[in-house]
Each structure stands twice: as structure tokens, then as C-alpha cells.
């Protein structure tokens, strides 16, 4: 009786063991599978708007004058901006002009000792933008028209102005503050191309003036409709 009894008990034993084994079986669930998340876009920010804005910041480039050589140009730029935005997914499409002062200028003596001087008094420009969003920010790509003056003068000579156009390329970031209110700073290349200025500016009668500039400057837009 005794033998036999402590065959039950050892039976007894190995069943507890087997349910217990089976009940860890069932609680596994193999390793940890972690998935990064992946980028997403914040439909909260980033909606088909009109906006309105400000911007200002500083250029610097060169202007080349037909038989007298390349001047330095440069100064701040200040002017006001208007925009719309399509947003398909993550990605935002939109248009953009801006107009403003400009005070990018400079000069030379090389060749031209009473000084042969460019200037930009105004510049404006039209855009299409290509953009990706990353939560409330922005990168995107931009080009398209440039228009804006310049200005050749020569002491003792009649001087010339013209209003040339040309084009733009750029990159910029811009951010959200509040549904309503985002930043940008934006880097744009302007070239205006040239112009014939002649015996107005003391060269030959095909004398060319060309303009060109590196333009970086920072903004602010206020945004309306669709729910910003």
C-alpha cells in the first residue's frame, strides 16, 4: 500500500507539472516585435489655407558691366507676401508672391574710375512650392518668376533703369506656431538677367548691366479659411 501510494502521488506530481508547463506555453508570446512609427503628417497644421504675411532679410550677388568688370552688391530687403496652400496627404503644394524694397546695391572703379554703380529698389517674385510636412514643420522647394529694377549710373553720364525679369530658385522651412500663425526662413537665388544701358552708362552701344543676388531672409504668415 505504501509503494502504491507513493505512485499516486508521483503521477499527481508530473500532471501538476505538465499544467503548469502548459499554462507558461500559453502565456508566451514569442519575442518582442517593436515597430518604429513612422513619420506622420499633422492634418491639425497643415490644411489648404490662404495666408497673408511679412518677410525681411538681406541679399548679396554681383552685377558685371560689358568692359568694365564684376561689382559686389548687397543690402537688406523688406516686403509683404501672399500665398495659398494645397495640402494632398503629407505633402503641400502651394503658390506664393512677395514685393518689397530692396536696397541691394554696389559699386566699381575698375575701369571706371568716377564709379559704375548698380542698384535694386524693388523686388517681387512669383512661385510654386513643393513642400513635406513633419508635424508642424514644413521643408520645402520653390521657383519661378522674379521681377524687379535695375539701376546703372555713372557720374557724368544719363544713367539708365529698366524693369527686368527673370527667375528664382530656393529652399525653405517653415514652421507653425498656433493653427493660425506660422514662420518660414527661406533661401532664394534672383536673376534678373541684363540689360542693354549703351552710351547711357558710358559703354559701347550693345553695353550690357546684369544683376544677380543670393537672398535669405525670414517671414511671417497669417493664415485664413478651412478651418485654421
Known amino acids: 500500500m505504501r509503494s502504491g501510494h507513493v505512485g499516486w502521488v508521483g503521477l499527481l506530481a508530473l500532471v501538476s507539472a505538465g499544467h503548469a508547463a502548459a499554462a507558461d506555453l500559453g502565456r508566451y508570446r514569442g519575442p518582442s516585435s517593436t515597430v518604429a512609427p513612422a513619420l506622420v503628417y499633422s492634418p491639425i497644421y497643415w490644411k489648404d ?3 497673408l504675411g511679412l518677410n525681411g532679410g538681406g541679399g548679396w550677388g554681383r552685377s558685371h558691366w560689358d568692359g568694365v568688370g564684376t561689382s559686389d552688391v548687397s543690402g537688406g530687403v523688406i516686403g509683404a507676401t501672399i500665398g495659398y496652400n494645397w495640402r494632398l496627404g503629407p505633402t503641400v503644394l502651394g503658390v506664393e508672391g512677395d514685393i518689397g524694397w530692396s536696397g ?5 572703379t575698375i575701369f ?3 564709379g559704375c554703380e548698380t542698384r535694386n529698389h524693388w523686388l517681387a517674385t512669383g512661385r510654386a512650392r513643393l513642400g513635406y510636412v513633419f508635424d508642424r514643420f514644413l521643408p ?3 521657383a ?5 529694377d535695375i539701376q546703372a549710373t555713372v557720374p557724368g553720364f544719363p544713367a539708365g533703369s529698366v524693369t527686368s525679369a527673370g527667375w528664382t530658385a530656393g ?3 517653415e514652421a507653425v506656431i498656433d493653427r493660425k ?6 533661401y532664394l537665388y534672383v536673376d534678373l538677367g541684363d540689360y542693354n544701358c549703351g552710351f547711357n552708362c558710358g559703354l559701347g552701344a550693345n553695353g550690357n548691366v546684369s544683376f ?7 517671414g511671417v504668415n497669417i493664415r485664413f479659411g478651412n478651418g485654421n
Open 171 to 173: 529652399a525653405g522651412l
Open 144 to 148: 519661378g518668376l522674379a521681377l524687379g
Open 212 to 218: 544677380y543676388a543670393n537672398v535669405f531672409r525670414g
Open 140 to 142: 520645402y522647394l520653390t
Open 104 to 108: 541691394i546695391e554696389g559699386s566699381t
Open 49 to 51: 489655407s490662404f495666408y
Open 181 to 186: 500663425v506660422s514662420v518660414k526662413a527661406e
Open 112 to 114: 571706371c574710375p568716377p
